[in-house]
């Protein structure tokens, strides 16, 4: 009777726990989440809440005054470059547009 090297039964268990990890949807969709780009369009929104530019915890004036100061500068230094917060794009068009700081004022407003 031939026996297992202790080599092999691990290298089988192995194979077990990867075949058995890929088929489980939750674990997929976590390894498919690590190779996946973030689209620019949410990229530039902030995912907890979009209201805060800045992304200190609060929305406050100060967001909205960021983007209003942003959307004074000349077209070509709005472009979204660089690494978020700030969050520019408050409504997730995947743009900085005066319509960003008008959501932000209407959630101060409310
Ligand atoms: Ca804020
Ligand atoms: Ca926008």
Redesign the pocket.
Known sequence: MRRWSLRAVLLVLLLIAAVTAWYSPRIREMIAGWFRETPDEVRWQNPVEPH?????????P??ALTLINRLNQPEAERALAGDPPPYWDVDGDGHLTSRDAIRVVEALDR
């Open positions: 805060d530019v800045d992304d200190d915890g609060t929305v406050s100060g967001d």
